[in-house]
């Protein structure tokens, strides 16, 4: 199989992209306990229904709220993994109470947690997010176990004249997959689709302002000396956002994503 669509919220619901060959879907819907935040019940009924499902494929998450799920996946990786979350939130805020995994907090569960864990690498991240947790993060970052290119990076990177900017833009994943990343990893890749543009696509949280061929251009490059580990998708338009327009753009992207990985999951 190559995509796995995961339902909790039923917003997924008139998008197309579900029946597509090689796809299975789930319903999640019936699971309690997992909106924003997921409690051990809930977490220990999701990883027992993926149990037998496979990492290497892209897996739909359903709206940021469920983003969590990426660490129930992660679980399922036995070896040395980087792992790469495209997203308009750095995700590492620290619990609100005890250790209950939640969507803001995901990525810091999966750093001080998962033994297999590597490095971890955000794009497209909001500057001002990341300065404002800027001492929770510092043991992270000075590590080496947490990086950030964020969105204002990105932007002053593709500031240059007509004549430089085209041979710039393409050094720009390179260089990235260079520096943070390297080569002969297994990587796993997390998208929220909150990165993107709101011309692009509707999602239930605050977007930032990346184009669909820059996100496939960092995958590209990061993936030319890596093997890819697995995917997840998630950033849909709430249930009650989910209007014809808002569905037929989610269902393009998440098409597009299907597209675009197939090759990297043979």
């Not at 917003?11 to 597509?20: R, S």
Request: net charge negative; with cysteine; hydrophobic share 35%.
């Amino acid at each position: 199989m190559s995509s796995i669509i995961m339902n909790f919220s039923n917003v997924y619901i008139g998008q197309d992209f579900i029946h597509d060959d090689n796809s299975i879907y789930m319903d999640m819907s019936d699971i309690t306990g997992t909106d924003c935040y997921c409690d051990d019940d809930a977490a220990a009924e999701i990883k027992g229904r993926i149990g037998n499902m496979p990492v290497k494929a892209v897996h739909y998450i359903d709206s940021g709220n469920y983003h969590y799920v990426s660490s129930i996946w992660l679980d399922k990786i036995t070896e040395p993994f980087t792992l790469v979350v495209f997203d308009n939130h750095p995700d590492m805020q620290p619990p609100a109470f005890g250790d209950i995994l939640s969507c803001g907090g995901w990525i810091k569960n999966v750093l001080d947690n998962n033994g297999y864990l590597e490095k971890v690498l955000i794009i497209g991240v909001n500057r001002k997010l990341t300065d404002e947790l800027e001492d929770e993060l510092k043991m992270y970052t000075e590590s080496g176990k947490a990086a950030f290119i964020t969105r204002q990076e990105i932007a002053d990177r593709l500031d240059c004249s007509a004549d430089g900017c085209e041979e710039l833009y393409t050094d720009m994943y390179a260089d990235a997959a260079d520096k943070y990343v390297g080569e002969g990893h297994k990587v796993y890749i997390s998208l929220d689709k909150d990165v993107l543009d709101e011309r692009i696509v509707s999602t239930n949280w605050d977007q930032g302002d990346m184009m669909l061929n820059e996100v496939s251009s960092y995958i590209n490059a990061i993936l030319k000396n890596n093997e890819l580990a697995g995917m997840d998708v998630c950033g849909e338009p709430s249930l009650g956002q989910a209007h014809d327009d808002a569905v037929i753009r989610s269902n393009e992207v998440n098409r597009y994503f299907s597209n675009i990985m197939k090759n990297f999951l043979l």
